[in-house]
């Protein structure tokens, strides 16, 4: 079943997407088993070229039984949660209104299967700890004996994801007058808290794009 996306807030723009997939990595894996769902948070990385939609790659604990299910004909989830945050009526121009709450996701679907190939795999990892060191002043290189790698491998999954198709959804007040998506951002970018203030940033560019990013452009 399709995440329910009104028109105003549906995002298709393939580099946004990604672009949130990116930033929000750690994400929410969800699959099923016996008609019951099975949740997993995990961090990913996106391959952007690999796919018409991209493929995801992450590992989980081995003695996780998630992964056991993957290569059949389940299909799998994968929750991307961007900027969110409460908006009061009390902000808007026009009256009357209601609370809401704004935010951005992505609705990652594919279907699962291990990676086997022990090279390709330490590649992976070798990605994954350098795109997550990147910023640090001494990022760590991953210098670690082969034996005790070997050993850590055991005890992980590695898998990927070719995306059959993403739902993009940011919910942005795009449904309000321009002059209430202003004074929503001014209130958001003013506030001592991060979170608002990205989130603020995040509406700004939304409203900047005008629409466009809505049908693809």
């Given at each position: 079943m399709p995440v329910y996306i009104p028109r105003e807030f549906e995002v298709t723009d393939l580099a946004l997407l990604h672009?949130?997939?990116?930033?929000?990595?750690?994400?929410?894996?969800?699959?099923?088993?016996?008609?019951?769902?099975?949740?997993?948070?995990?961090p990913?990385?996106?391959q952007r070229e690999?796919?018409?939609?991209?493929?995801?790659?992450?590992?989980?604990a081995r003695a996780n039984r998630q992964w056991q299910d993957f290569g059949g004909a389940g299909e799998a989830l994968v929750i991307f949660q961007g900027?969110?945050?409460?908006?009061?009526?009390?902000?808007?121009?026009?009256?009357?209104?209601?609370?809401?709450?704004?935010?951005?996701?992505?609705?990652?679907?594919g279907f699962p299967h291990v990676i086997e190939d022990t090279e390709r795999i330490r590649a992976i990892?070798?990605?994954?700890?350098?795109?997550?060191e990147a910023g640090f002043d001494e990022p760590w290189p991953m210098d670690l004996p082969d034996d005790y790698l070997r050993k850590m491998i055991g005890g992980i999954v590695v898998f990927e994801i070719p995306l059959t198709r993403l739902e993009g959804k940011f919910k942005l007040s795009?449904?309000?007058p321009v002059a209430d998506r202003r004074r929503v951002i001014a209130t958001l970018a003013a506030?001592?808290?991060?979170?608002?203030?990205?989130?603020a940033a995040a509406m700004q560019a939304a409203l900047d794009r005008d629409g466009s990013w809505s049908d693809g452009a």
């Open positions: 672009d949130l997939i990116e930033r929000f990595s750690f994400a929410m894996l969800v699959t099923t088993r016996d008609g019951r769902p099975v949740a997993t948070p995990l990913f990385l996106v690999a796919g018409e939609h991209g493929t995801l790659v992450g590992h989980m900027e969110h945050g409460y908006v009061s009526p009390s902000w808007y121009e026009a009256h009357p209104s209601v609370p809401t709450w704004n935010y951005l996701a992505v609705h990652a679907y990892l070798r990605t994954l700890v350098a795109k997550n795009q449904n309000r506030s001592a808290e991060p979170t608002q203030r990205a989130l």
